[in-house]
């Protein structure tokens, strides 16, 4: 019976298992190391037959298979957000490199130095979710990081961005299935 699913679609670096019925040798026709022996992706899949691998998803979007025997599984990585949030989250626009001193009288001293690009700062907010989407985020969440960036869409102001995590995640649960949940995004110049 095959256990390979087929499509999948993953987020960037995240570490998903495939196993199969009887021993195989896989393939995968993404490039790099991307088949492991263990669940924290540590130790590269040698080529042996074995039933089950680990795969860590690139983290640049894009399209490839994961292959045992007969059984093919077409991957599809995205790198994006993973869930839309709620309105009603905050949205700060500020300038990188940007530093003000403002004077008691009311005058104010300004410089440069960094490049002075306008960047974005949202503390999203994701309110009576189902547990799946907070575990979708979390997922995300640890394979982005502190310092791995990814793309996010403001659909109210229709603009695109490359961003990082600005915060760890804060979780109010609502009941046994139910959450809230917030996070902090920061634009980061590309």
């Given amino acids: 019976m095959p256990v390979i699913p087929n499509p999948i679609t993953l987020s960037g670096n995240s570490i998903q298992l495939f196993t199969t019925d009887a021993p195989g040798v896989w393939t995968t026709s993404f490039s790099g190391p991307r088949l492991f022996s263990d669940a924290q992706a540590t130790i590269a899949y040698g080529g042996a037959p074995v039933s089950g691998v680990y795969f860590k998803a690139p983290n640049t979007p894009g399209s490839g298979t994961i292959a045992v025997s007969s059984q ?10 993973p869930v839309a ?4 989250y905050d949205m700060t626009p500020d300038k990188l490199g940007v530093v003000q001193n403002v004077k008691r009288d009311g005058s104010a001293n300004a410089r ?35 310092h791995l960036t990814f793309t996010y869409n403001d659909l109210w102001l229709n603009l695109s961005g490359t961003f990082r995590f600005d915060s760890t995640i804060k979780i109010i649960p609502l009941g046994p299935s139910r959450c809230n949940f917030e996070v902090a995004i920061a634009q980061v110049e590309v």
């Fill in 85 to 88: 949030p709620n309105y009603g």
């Fill in 72 to 81: 093919v599984g077409n991957i599809t990585i995205i790198t994006g957000f």
């Fill in 112 to 146: 440069i130095l960094g490049t002075g690009t306008t960047v974005r700062k949202y503390k999203l907010v994701f309110n009576n979710r189902p547990k799946s989407e907070y575990l979708t985020m979390q997922a995300f969440w640890d394979g982005h990081h502190p």
